[in-house]
Structure formats: structure tokens, C-alpha cells
């Protein structure tokens, strides 16, 4: 993998909040309700996405 293909990850401003609402249907933890809000951001979704890729190809890329 070259340095020009790396994506940067996202940095979002200092304070920022996400938007997040629980579920009606039962109790959900804050941590909980956090995550599945943030799954929802495509900047965050990609960046997971990449870095799973990247863990997967990466013993294949390093010789045993």
C-alpha cells in the first residue's frame, strides 16, 4: 500500500455533538446509542471501512 493511497481519517471540531435519539422500544445504553449514531455518519463509515481492508490485506502485504 503506498502513502498516497491512505485515507485520512476524519477529525471533527473540538466539541462537536453528535445527534443521536434512542430507540422507544427499550433501554439502550448512552455508549450504545452513541455508536449506532455514528454508524449512521458515511465519513465514519468509510474510514472503518478502509481501515478493515487494510487489517485484512495486511497479512497477506507482510512476508512470514
Given at each position: 500500500?503506498?502513502?498516497?493511497?491512505?485515507?485520512?481519517?476524519?477529525?471533527?471540531?473540538l466539541?462537536?455533538?453528535?445527534?443521536?435519539?434512542?430507540?422507544?422500544?427499550?433501554?439502550?445504553?448512552?455508549?450504545?446509542?452513541?455508536?449506532?449514531?455514528?454508524?449512521?455518519?458515511?465519513?465514519?463509515?468509510?474510514?472503518?471501512?478502509?481501515?478493515?481492508?487494510?487489517?485484512?490485506?495486511?497479512?497477506?502485504?507482510?512476508?512470514?
Open positions: 500500500m503506498k502513502f498516497k493511497e491512505i485515507l485520512k481519517s476524519p477529525v471533527f471540531p466539541g462537536y455533538r453528535w445527534r443521536f435519539e434512542r430507540r422507544k422500544d427499550g433501554y439502550e445504553s448512552d455508549v450504545t446509542v452513541l455508536v449506532r449514531g455514528m454508524q449512521q455518519d458515511e465519513r465514519i463509515l468509510q474510514d472503518q471501512r478502509f481501515a478493515w481492508e487494510r487489517w485484512r490485506a495486511d497479512g497477506q502485504l507482510t512476508p512470514k
